[in-house]
């Protein structure tokens, strides 16, 4: 009896205990984690002072990388022109096909393709044998008619013939002079004749070919005719005179500089495309061949000190033109420009820039007025004061 007694109070003390235990556990893990929570807090608030007051090279790169990496130039001063540019293909004015005037055997060639020839120098020549004794006949013909109608001037002067036989005597006579000079143009025709001055671009037959009236046999060009026709919208009438000078450009010919003159400008407005025709003359020193495809520039103005903006620093926003300036902070300003005169590669602007200027060339289109850039290549924002 006194056993189970013991085993009955003895139960409670042992389920105590471990519930004690239990909770004394709980107690101490979550003392632990407490600790934890509250170290973690005083590491974090450890670096955010230690940013705030502590500032390491790492942690300024960090913040420089906020701003926009940019490249700049400084405005200078120089010449600028205003153009008209426009793109067409050269032509020449004097340009010839030299025609057969009759139905011969090519007896000789005496030009090639490359040759340079003058008005009425031979090219060709025809057998011309008929001819010559065509010619030969009608002349002794003519110099019989001429006694004959010497003699009968004589007679009629004495009143010896009659009025009608003198002129029969002087019809004859004239018609073999005609006769003559027809003989004559018939020969000439045997020998082919330059019609102009100019360099031979083409033959088209050679020796021992049969021709035939009409028959194509050379291109002749007169290189120092050579001119590019471009065509002006009228509004831009007023920029253009004869005499001007103007610039040419052949990607045919190495894309270098060459140079021609505003030779003259049509009377008239063309109503169905507003445009005028400028004729430009190009001389042969220039090296250009007739059917080049070339651009021309007509130089407009000329400003000799002007200050030249690059057009690559220009950010378009619709119909403006803006740019970036630096301020002495490292920080840009947005500016409004007004082109005054433009070429190629710069403008010159009206007004609001000036000579040292340093302007944004690279990286322009991630600004926006106040930005704080940094130069490419450098980690730190431009210092005003270094420079």
Known sequence: MKHLLGRKFALPIVVGLLIGSVVACDRSDSSEDEA????????????????????????????????VPVEIT????GRIESILRFSTNLEAESEVQVISEASRKIRSLLVEEGDDVRKNQVLIRLQDEEQRNELARVE?????AKREFERRSNLFDQQLISEQEYNQAAYDLEQLEI?????????????????????????????????SVNQHLFDIVDFDSIVARVYVPEKELFRVRA????????DAAGGQNRFGTVDRIAPRVDPRSGTI????????????LPGMYVTVELITEVHEDALLLPKKAIVYDADQLFVFRLRDDSTVERLLIQPALEDRDNVEPAGILSEGDRIVIAGQASLKDGSEIRLVGGAKPIDSASN
């Open 36 to 67: 934890v929570s509250e170290s973690s807090s005083n590491k974090e608030d450890s670096k955010k002072k230690k940013r705030f007051w502590d500032r390491s090279p790492e942690t300024e790169q960090e913040e420089e990388d906020l701003s």
């Open 74 to 77: 400084e405005l200078s001063r």
């Open 140 to 144: 002794s013909q003519l110099a019989n």
């Open 179 to 211: 006769a003559k000079a027809d003989a004559q143009r018939q020969l000439s025709y045997t020998e082919v004749r330059a019609p102009i001055d100019g360099t031979i671009t083409q033959r088209m037959v050679k020796v021992g070919d049969q021709i």
């Open 243 to 250: 005499g001007q000078s103007s610039r040419v450009f052949a």
């Open 277 to 288: 025709k400028v004729t430009v003359s190009i001389p042969r020193s220039q090296g250009l």
